[in-house]
C-alpha cells in the first residue's frame, strides 16, 4: 500500500512537470521558429540552429513525463503516443529552420519547414486531445466542461491552420500561373508565415490557459491530498 501510493505521487509529480514544461514550451516553440524563420541568411548565428532542436526535443520529454501517469489506461497512452510520434517528427525536422535559410537554393529544405509546422500543427492539435482525455480521469466537472468546449474550438481553428498551411505551400507551386485563384494562392503564400503566426496565437492561448488549470487542480487537489495520505500512512 505504501509502495502504491508513493508511485502515485511520483506519477502525479511527473504530470504536473510535464504540463509545466508544456505551457512554457509551446509558446517558445513558436516564437523560436517564427523569429529564426524570418531572419536574412547574413543575420544567421550558430545558436539559431541549436534553439529549435533543443525547444523540440524537451517538448518530447514532456510527453515521456505525462507518459508516467495512468499507464493502464488505453485511450489515454494512445493519444500520448501519437503525441511521442510527431514530437520525434519535430525533432527531426526542426534543424531544417536553420538550414532552409543557410542554403536557400536547395527546395526540399523549404518543404521540411513547411512540414515542419504542419506536424507541429498535429502536435498542438494531440495536446488539446490529452488535455480533454486527461480532465475526463479529474473529479473537476467544471474544468472537464472547458476542456470539451475549448479543446473542441481549438481543433476547428487548427483545422483552418493547416488549410492556411496547404494554400501557402500550394501558392508557392503556382505563382508563375496567372489565373484568379493562383494569384489567391500567391498572396496567402507571400505574407503566410505572418498569416500563420497570427492564427495560431488564439488556439496557442487556449492550449495554455487549459494547460495552466488542469496542472492547478491536480497541485492544488490531488497531488496535496495523495501527499497527504501518503503521509498518514508513513505515520
Not at 488539446?128 to 466542461?145: C, V
Not at 501558392?171 to 503564400?189: E, R
Not at 492564427?199 to 495523495?226: H, Q, R, S, Y
Request: aromatic content about 14%.
Amino acid at each position: 500500500m505504501d509502495e502504491n501510493s508513493a508511485e502515485f505521487v511520483i506519477s502525479l509529480s511527473r504530470l504536473i512537470r510535464g504540463l509545466t514544461i508544456l505551457f512554457w514550451g509551446l509558446p517558445i516553440t513558436l516564437l523560436v521558429c517564427v523569429r529564426t524563420s524570418v531572419k536574412e541568411r547574413f543575420e544567421l548565428q550558430p545558436l539559431d540552429f541549436f534553439i529549435p532542436i533543443v525547444i523540440s526535443a524537451v517538448l518530447l520529454v514532456s510527453i515521456f513525463l505525462l507518459g508516467e501517469f495512468k499507464k493502464n489506461e488505453k485511450s489515454w497512452i494512445e493519444l500520448l503516443d501519437r503525441a511521442k510520434f510527431f514530437g520525434i517528427i519535430n525533432l527531426a525536422l526542426s534543424p531544417f529552420v536553420y538550414w532552409r535559410l543557410k542554403v536557400p537554393e536547395i527546395s526540399a529544405f523549404s518543404v521540411a519547414v513547411w512540414l515542419f509546422f504542419v506536424s507541429n500543427t498535429f502536435f498542438l492539435l494531440i495536446i488539446n486531445r490529452i488535455i480533454q482525455q486527461l480532465t475526463k480521469m479529474l473529479p473537476e466537472n467544471t474544468l472537464r466542461e472547458d476542456a470539451k468546449t475549448y479543446g473542441n474550438l481549438n481543433q476547428y481553428m487548427l483545422a483552418a491552420l493547416l488549410v492556411i498551411l496547404i494554400l501557402g505551400y500550394a501558392g508557392n507551386g503556382f505563382k508563375h500561373l496567372s489565373m484568379p485563384l493562383t494569384d489567391f494562392l500567391f498572396l496567402i503564400s507571400r505574407y503566410y508565415q505572418w498569416i500563420l503566426t497570427f492564427v495560431i496565437v488564439v488556439p496557442l492561448a487556449i492550449t495554455m490557459a487549459l494547460l495552466w488549470k488542469t496542472k492547478e487542480v491536480i497541485l492544488t487537489g490531488i497531488f496535496v491530498e495523495a501527499c497527504k495520505n501518503k503521509s498518514e500512512i508513513l505515520k
